[in-house]
């Protein structure tokens, strides 16, 4: 397996007023392709910090995350654009996604993101084809033109990983998948997660609850801003 | 494509899009209605006093006048920008009737009728001799006898409390008697002893209204002749207080004025030796604006008062769209997170939010014209209602010498202060989109979380 991400001495410190809390501290990671990972770490141990660090969404103060070799900081915001539409894909404990639109539109959403109005309308139809294959495929086929708001928490979050694997993304973070979920359908949440781990998805999955950090092949603990 | 699904979506579903449309309509209207109505009055009072006096006076406010106008409107009608000039006589007098117990103080005015209702609206503004101006002066009961046009506030024709006059089919006989202090060229007494004044019987031929206060409500007009009869300017070389002029279509009225100002300083050169040259030293040319100054001035400063007091109207009104774009953009900056972290750039998340705050000023606009316009073309009917229903008036016309309240809609006002209402609603929906889609997706992610 080669090496997909590779974290050196990240720092990340949070200032609100006079204080400031060092959240990372110098922290060091690789992660090979195809693995599906879990941190898992007390409350405000800095694991959400670190996946948004490694998928773009955050900056580091100090330190460099290379992607494939390239480093996340020297991408303009072009490129970093790209690398979050293309590259990686999210999944938030509260979903995110976007009440406006319908169960399919949201799943659309990064296709459409993908390029420009007329890129969009050349493929369409089979950016629309395969939203609906990966709505079948976590049992929403029936639910595409429903809003989130009708939908439970277990259906939401399956919509978001519908939409995070919607541009084949090289790797799907997931930020407390099941944190609001009841453990039954967070279980179909973690199944969904290793069956797409299990078709070559690497994963990284961040989650305070040892038991569920368990279903990933590979667990760190995050300790006072490292690795232990 | 979600370029144009977000903002209609936005649109539809939120309750506070539909808050904002009713923002913008109501500044919308509120500025359409208060600039059509309180410009149209300053404006209707400035058009009639440029309808009333023409384009350009050569006058002098010394009671005596000046001699040889004659020559130098011979002179003006030379000019082919002049498309009409005549002499005004001007003073004061007294009025009364017979047997009466009250007098009247009053002021004289003088011409000939068929001129001036060619540089004038003179014969829109009286009210029996539209048609014949220039019988103006004749008394329809007997046309052998001297006749008069008062003011309409001093006439015998009744008005209600709506401002509405009620005239008879023809004048009533009304016998008038004026009395004026002839002065001599050189400004003193024309006459002496007893006999001081000039006094004539006139009658009520017609009654004149402007819509200028101090003109209908203390002017007397009658004949030149008469007039210079009365003030004293008759005589071998006869008097004038002012020639008015009115210029054609071709010359505006300030290009106008200063051609007239160099005819006149020739005019003064040619005539210094004559015997009255030094009452010509007196008379000045200006505009209609320039002599009606005294009365144009204080509206003209209400109107400026009324621009500072609309100009912060304004400022409020672009807050209030401001704040209602704020509340609504950081209502949705959770949405400006998730596009952000599925790659959307910054400039894609700004026009989506400027597309939506264009539908909103586009529809709030337009709501607030339409609306504006609707009240407007039925807000005399609205104030006649008022009126017959509850006795108000929003302009009481026993004070206000104006008609109908003004609503002539200027379109290019209109189309102002539309886009106005739509530049300020994309202002207001751009700053709070810069701020939040400049910031880490997850900053703004990790806040609405919170």
Redesign the interface.
Known sequence: MSEIINAAGIHKTYRMGRTSIEVLKGLDLSVERGSFLAIIGSSGSGKSTLL?ILGA???ADAGTVQFNGSALDKFG??RL??????TVG?V?Q?Y??????TVL?NVT??A???GG?FA??TR?KSAKKKAMNLLERFGLGARITHKPYQLSGGERQRVAIA?ALMNDPEILLADEPTGNLDSETGNGILDALEELNRDGQTIIMVTHDEKIAHRACEIITLADGKIV | MYKLILPTRYFFKRRISILAVVAVALCVFMVVVVMTVMGGLVGEFRDKNHDFFGDCIVGTDSLVGFAYYDDFIAELKEQDFVLEATSVAKGFGLMTQSGADWNLGIEIMGFEPAAYARITNFARTVYYHKQNPEEAFIPSHDRTLPGCILGIDMSPVARDSQGIYYHNETPYRYELIISCFPLTAKGGLAKAGLDLANTKNFYYSDDLHSGLPKIDGKMVFMSLGDAQQMLGMAGPEPRASAIHIKFTDAIGVAAGCEKIGVIWQGFLESNKDRQYASLLGNVTVQSWQSYRRGSIAPMEKEHTMLMFVFSMLGIITIFIIFVVFYMVISHKSKDIGILKSIGVSRASIVGIFLAFASIIGVIGAAIGTAAGCAFLARINVLEDWLFDKFQWQLWDRSVYAIGDIPNKIEWHVLAIIAVSALAVSLVGAVIPTLRAAGKQPVEILRVDML
């Open positions: 948004h969404l955050d900056r915001a072009r654009n790209q690398f979050r539409n293309k999210f938030f509260f995110h996604l976007l009440d406006e639109l539109e959403l990064p459409m993101a993908a109005t969009w309308l369409r939409r």
